[in-house]
């Protein structure tokens, strides 16, 4: 089976009207090579009120979007309802079980984290980064929104950048959406 390694996500929030999630374009091939540099990984839903990011399988994580866009639409717009009910789903469906992939949705009130074992994660700080230079971009989010005024898209950018710097499976083609 060909793995696919890809993307780094980071998302951002300065209060309800300052919102930001981006991500690299990076999508890479087994551990050799770079199948596509400018894929886009982020994207406003639910009458652009809602951010989504995603890392793993490009077409698991369309798949769960979609997905998510119907949950949101079933509990009218409530982020964390929509979520629950998506990870729940996700872990107990079975053609659903086997996605590869993470989730980050954030709207003015909420920034969570949604994965494939039932996990709807509320992060301790209003930023948060997965994917293969997670951590990377973690790290200057935490170091950013904790020691500068730099507003969202700003911070998740620049984390991005830094993450690319070190990460081989993150590249510097950065797409960033905003509420």
Known sequence: MIEFHA????????????????????????????????????????????????????????????????????HGGNLKRAAVDLAQLWRSDKGMRNLEALMIVASKTDLLVISGNGEVIVPDQDFVAIGSGGNFAYSAANALFNHTDMNAASIVEESLKIASSICVYTNDNISVETL
């Open 7 to 74: 993307t780094t996500i980071c998302a951002v929030r300065r209060g309800p009207e300052d919102i930001a999630i981006g991500g690299d374009g990076q999508v890479t091939m087994g551990q050799t090579a770079i199948m596509k540099n400018n894929a886009k990984k982020v994207k406003k839903i639910y009458n652009g009120q809602v951010l989504t990011g995603f890392a793993g399988s490009v077409a698991d994580a369309f798949s769960l979007t979609e997905k998510f866009e119907k949950k949101l639409e079933e």
